[in-house]
């Protein structure tokens, strides 16, 4: 049986996902990747798994569910490293940094990102223990990662990539909030400040703000809050780092408190996690999840989306009973906590199905229905899991002892879907549309060719709107907007990224932040020209609604990232 997939999945796989041979020869088709994939994620079933695989199968080649890139890529595989994000720990020594540098290159080279909070390293020019040369501080140290992530790909067929974090209190905070100056540094970085309430109030206040020496806790110097959250505003304006992580707001969410306090998160931010804790994470395509009433108006196919969901968590339960540990400490804190992250692509797809403009309360508040009835029923996956396998052996110490045993610690995130998306012909995460045309370039050969986003371009055409004339506006334009004639409904419902208003891309990310018990992963897209003061107001609004983490990306702002988006541009 051939599934149905788009050119560009078919490209994608054919790149970077399907088995090769010793001689590098593709040896499997994409229905192939798909049962090799549910055959091994099957293999943690004890009772009825021929069922279990064909379940999962058809998840995957229905283009329903699924799972991170390391999934499709190693399951059944010898590499069998099926996790997308791990976080590890930096300590103050050399060998620790060094010993972290090593874990960091094995986990890249498997097609895992790394997230890192450097403050414990003590600041450039304080004392070392060895002679009488001066601490080099984490800046340099993040510049070695950086070179040794450049070096390492990911089992040949992507780049590794990394959140660097710095406390607000640490010494060289504002040397790390500027070190993307130059564009040229630190590229396989997403940088992230760390900051807590108190970081908040004091800029609030205009206070001045302590900074501490990590090695000794003695106080290093201070400087105005306002000095650092400017620093902060403006380098986000023009660089697009750094992010923030509100650490306070991340903590309050943290449903294994007994751990200590979470520090730091995986790449793209979705996935708070203790040090050597890995995740997997799994996307539903809600784009596919629409019916059509007995009028014919359509509507979300709750009954098919909670299925999904089911077997979806089920399926990442799976992943980490049939994973491969690269490092017994990975193996420790990831089985005793069994986090998984399930989420969604596909949003601003399903929107449009529906006729329901981004930019607009009722998505806002479908968005909030939609994350509370995937919760709910991943909770209830996971419930139903520990009553057949057991709580995860961290549940004493959780929120949810004694009321409810979970089989994992956490069930939710939102990703980026950066290429799963690409594979399911889908739009990313519950990103709005980038453009409605696009040039595409070919992930192998540099060809280029214009595309035409699917579910716009059927929408337009059955409505009697699609003319040649308006498939080269949107060449131009990106989008429908300054097309003569157009109802302002439609442009409404097909506005694209950079004409969303900020406050509705905030209002998305919060929608689907209350339901998700990890994070969600979201780029504020801002026109080119955003005025810089507009960006600290993001960054400041992001705080008041709760979020975990914000990030920004002014329209050109950035020219090497971390993530390539390959088949677009
Ligand atoms: N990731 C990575 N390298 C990449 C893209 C992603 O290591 O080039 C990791 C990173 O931890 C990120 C996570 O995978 O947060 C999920 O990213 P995404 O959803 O875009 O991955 P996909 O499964 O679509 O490849």
Not at 113 to 133: E, W, Y
Request: hydrophobic residues 35%; aromatic residues 8%.
């Amino acid at each position: 049986m051939e599934v149905m997939l788009t050119d560009n999945a078919i490209e994608i796989l054919r790149a970077r996902y399907l088995a090769r041979d010793e001689a590098g020869k593709v040896v499997e088709t994409p229905a192939q990747l798909f049962r090799r994939v549910a055959r091994a994620v099957s293999m943690a079933e004890a009772c009825d798994r021929p069922l279990w695989e064909e379940r999962f199968f058809r998840l995957m080649e229905q283009g329903e569910f699924l799972p991170n890139s390391p999934t499709l890529m190693n399951a059944g595989l010898p590499e069998g490293q099926l996790s997308a994000c791990f976080v590890l720990p930096v300590g103050d020594t050399m060998d620790a940094i060094f010993e972290c540098l090593r874990h960091t290159a094995l986990i890249h080279q498997s097609g895992g990102g790394t997230g890192f909070n450097f403050s414990s390293v003590r600041p450039r020019g304080d004392r070392t223990g060895s002679g009488p040369g001066t601490a080099s501080g984490p800046l340099a140290f993040m510049q070695v990662f950086d070179e040794a992530t450049r070096q390492v790909r990911q089992g040949g067929r992507r780049r590794g990539a990394n959140m660097g974090i710095l406390e607000c209190t640490h010494p060289d905070v504002l040397a790390f909030v500027r070190s993307k100056e130059d564009p040229s540094q630190l590229q396989n970085f997403n940088l992230s400040v760390g900051v807590s309430d108190q970081f908040m109030k004091a800029v609030e206040r205009g206070n001045p703000w302590a900074l501490y020496n990590p090695r000794d806790g003695k106080q290093w110097g201070e400087l105005p809050a306002r000095e650092l959250w400017g620093a902060i505003g403006q380098q986000a304006w023009k660089r697009g780092d750094p992010g923030l992580l509100f650490l306070d707001t991340i903590n309050a969410g943290n449903t294994v408190p007994s751990l200590g306090r979470l520090q730091a998160t995986n790449p793209c931010g979705e996935l708070p996690l203790y040090p050597y804790e890995s995740c997997n994470l799994g996307s539903v395509n809600l784009r596919g999840m629409v019916r059509k009433d007995l009028q014919g108006h359509p509507g979300v196919d709750w009954e098919r989306l909670g299925a999904t969901v089911r077997t979806g968590l089920r399926f990442l339960d799976n992943v980490i009973s049939v994973n491969r540990f690269l490092l017994p400490q990975v193996r420790e804190v990831t089985l005793a906590n069994r986090k998984v992250g399930l989420g969604v692509m596909g949003w601003a797809e399903l929107l449009i199905e529906l006729g329901i403009p981004y930019a607009s309360e009722q998505a806002v508040d479908l968005a909030r229905n939609v994350m509370g009835f995937i919760r709910e029923c991943s909770y209830e996956a996971s419930e139903e899991l520990a009553r057949e396998r057991g709580p995860f052996p961290n549940w004493p110490g959780s929120v949810f002892y004694p009321k409810r045993p979970l089989r994992n610690a956490t069930c939710n995130s939102v990703a980026p879907t950066g290429s799963i998306s690409v594979i399911a012909g889908t739009s990313y995460s519950i990103e709005p549309l980038y453009a409605l045309a696009f040039k595409r370039v070919g992930i192998l050969e540099g060809e280029t060719q214009w595309e035409t986003n699917q579910v716009a371009y059927r929408w337009l055409l059955e409505r009697g709107l699609w003319t040649p004339d308006l498939e080269q506006h949107l060449r131009d334009n990106g989008g429908v907007s300054g097309y003569q004639g157009m109802a302002t409904g439609v442009r409404e419902l097909l506005a694209t990224a950079h004409e969303i208003p900020w406050e509705y891309h905030l209002a998305h990310q919060q929608a689907f932040q209350e339901h998700t018990d990890n994070a969600v992963s979201k780029t504020v897209n801002l026109p080119r020209e955003t005025p810089e003061s507009m960006v600290s107001e993001v960054y400041w609004r992001a705080w008041e609604l709760g979020l975990k983490g914000i990030t920004v990306y002014r329209d050109g702002s950035r020219e090497g990232q971390v993530l390539q988006h390959c088949s677009r541009s």
